[in-house]
């Protein structure tokens, strides 16, 4: 079963750029992560699929402000341009054929 | 546009079962591309993947969970439910039903309280 390495927590200026990183256990760095966006009180959003060639796909109207990349077990969501509703959390997601599991979350605070 | 809905009880008493619906509309649940999911989110923590089921009714669980979890579809009304049996304090959560693989849709989410 993979496992999900996420920093709890990440701070950035308006305008400037951060980059949240999603380690995958040993074994499994081809896997598909998911990455979802969680604003304070609301539900979780979709934002984008990274495979493990650094391929991404956004979901439907996240702006190209987001991206995604992969090197190995390092899975990576970066955000350019910060905007102050860009402060939630951000989870990363991946799964096998019998199983799935998240990361634990990272926050992100806009300065 | 796809959209999914949480329903059920608010509260639930120690060791009784929570159930819960996810009702699917602008699209169909019975689609082989995709499947569907519940998670869940205690207060102030991380999501929890409960489990995952097919149209055709062919389930995964969550291992930490499945001796207490069944998801069960039905297609005919477009929906797929959550039953957890013996419950405690500790499945207090909001609890979130989803659009498999990618989670790319969810439902609003609906706080759940075991209390007595």
């Known amino acids: 079963q993979p496992v999900l390495t996420q920093s709890s927590s990440a701070s950035a200026s308006l305008g400037s750029s951060v980059k949240f990183t999603c380690t995958l256990s040993?074994?499994?760095?081809?896997?598909?992560i998911v990455w979802h966006q969680q604003q304070p009180g609301k539900a979780p959003r979709y934002l984008m699929k990274?495979?493990?060639?650094?391929?991404?796909n956004r979901g439907s109207g996240v702006p190209d402000r987001f991206s995604g990349s992969s090197s190995g077990a390092d899975h990576y969501l970066t955000i350019s341009n910060l905007q102050s509703e860009d402060e939630a959390d951000y989870y990363c997601e991946t799964w096998d054929s019998s199983t799935r599991v998240f990361g634990g979350g990272t926050k992100l605070s806009v300065l | 546009q796809l959209q999914l809905q949480e329903s059920g009880p608010g509260l639930v008493k120690p060791s009784e079962t929570l159930s819960l619906t996810c009702t699917v509309s602008g699209g169909s649940i019975s689609s082989s591309t995709y499947y569907w999911g519940w998670i869940r989110q205690p207060p102030g923590k991380g999501l929890e993947w409960i489990g995952s089921?097919?149209?055709?009714?062919?389930?995964h669980y969550n291992p930490s969970l499945k001796s207490r979890v069944t998801i069960s579809v039905d297609t005919s009304k477009n929906q797929f439910s959550l039953k957890l049996t013996s419950v405690t304090a500790a499945d207090t959560a909001v609890y979130y039903c989803?659009?498999?693989?990618?989670?790319?849709?969810w439902g609003q989410g609906t706080l759940v309280t075991v209390s007595s």
């Open positions: 089921i097919y149209y055709s009714g062919s389930t």
């Open positions: 990274v495979e493990g060639s650094g391929t991404y």
């Open positions: 989803a659009r498999l693989p990618n989670n790319d849709y």
């Open positions: 040993n074994g499994h760095s081809r896997y598909i």
